[in-house]
């Protein structure tokens, strides 16, 4: 199995500033541990530099009048919201993430590389016409898009680890028929964007398809992959899509600065690991990984390796898996509440699927 990594150094100007959590430097600090971890000479690894993407790309998704009022806030700086300051460097920043996106999705598609990790990518809270939560604009969407239109691509499963729910990509999808939107991400009464609840499954040809997985909060990493196991693989099956997409990072980490679920550096190789052998069994073995997000500086560039391993050496042990702290309490925290969530979620979704 080929993997291709897209990395460039422009990823670093997507930097929203020196106090702000989504700096540019987690890019880099990143690929240094990459490569001291030597990833790149490991057989069937190789990094590609991107170009950056351009304006209709983006156009691809987003409506031209939020495209054109945030490229002209990138030409004399401002920010489109409070979180999410923009500017010429950050456009370029942006641009240069989704080109990568883009890239990755081409590689795997064209049979250049059997999977690809997009590094920076995952922007999930930009809708059609609107931004926000330190997103422009949503790559996800416009690698489904370029597959749809330029390949032969219908069905994309998207899996969307994030600790935040994907408000975005749930709006972009949500009545769509051909996309398959599943999304675990903490209690939404408990953080940003106060959306993603269970009963929220989709409307028009897409009800059913769009599947959101709360968790409470400091939920333990065995809880947070029971939920995964339990609902993401049955779905998989029976949805057969052509290819998966997951976006996320590290932001679900338990040391992580804006979240507060309970994973650590090992739950995120499980992750990618499971994600890789479900493709394998509905796909052809078809992934990309979008890994963009992440605000504890100590901990991300860990958990970001530990995702791109999962996905290269799923035999990998986990023992070599470092992680920058110990684990902090029970891996099973909260497994009782989260049986309850995954059991009232099969409850509403067995109306749609056979599996449950
Ligand atoms: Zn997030």
Redesign the pocket.
């Known amino acids: 199995m080929k993997t291709c990594i897209t990395y460039h150094e422009k990823f670093k100007q997507y930097d929203l500033g020196v106090n702000h959590p989504f700096r540019g430097d987690r890019f880099v600090k990143a690929k240094i541990f990459f490569d001291k971890k030597s990833l790149s000479s490991l057989p069937n690894v190789f990094f590609i530099e991107p170009k950056a993407a351009t304006k209709e790309d983006v156009l691809k998704v987003h409506s031209k009048r939020y495209v054109d009022h945030i490229f002209k806030l990138a030409e004399k700086g401002g920010s489109y919201d409070i979180d999410t300051p923009v500017s010429k460097r950050i456009l370029e920043g942006a641009m240069f993430i989704i080109g990568g996106v883009l890239e990755a999705g081409r590689y795997v598609i064209e049979g250049k590389a059997d999977r690809g990790v997009a590094l920076g990518g995952g922007f999930?809270h930009a809708g059609l016409d609107y931004g926000g939560?330190f997103c422009l604009f949503n790559d996800i969407a416009i690698l489904v898009s370029e597959l749809r239109e330029k390949h032969d691509v219908k069905r994309v499963l998207i899996l969307d680890y994030?600790?935040?729910f994907g408000n975005g990509t749930s709006d972009i999808y949500y009545s769509d028929g051909d996309v398959l939107f599943i999304s675990l991400h903490q209690d939404p009464r408990t953080i940003y964007p106060g959306r993603g609840f269970i009963h929220e499954v989709g409307s028009g040809r897409g009800e059913g398809l769009n599947i959101n997985i709360p968790l409470p909060m400091r939920t333990g990493e065995r809880s947070y992959l029971y939920a995964l196991n339990e609902i993401f693989p049955p779905l998989a099956e029976d949805f057969k899509p052509d290819i998966i997409i997951a976006n996320?990072?590290s932001?679900a980490h338990f040391a992580d600065h804006?979240?507060s679920l309970g994973l650590t550096a090992r739950g995120f190789f499980e992750i990618s690991r499971i994600i890789g052998s479900v493709s394998e069994e509905v796909c052809g073995g078809k992934v990309i990984l979008l890994v963009g997000?992440g605000y504890n500086i100590n901990v991300l560039p860990y958990c970001w390796y530990a995702l791109a391993l999962g996905l290269i050496k799923p035999d990998a042990s986990l023992e070599k898996i470092e992680d920058f702290f110990p684990q902090p309490h029970d891996p099973w925290q909260n497994l009782e509440k989260v049986k309850k969530i995954v059991c009232s979620l099969k409850d509403i979704l067995s109306k749609y699927w056979s599996c449950f």
């Open positions: 999930h939560g994030d600790v935040h996320g990072g932001d804006l979240g997000s």
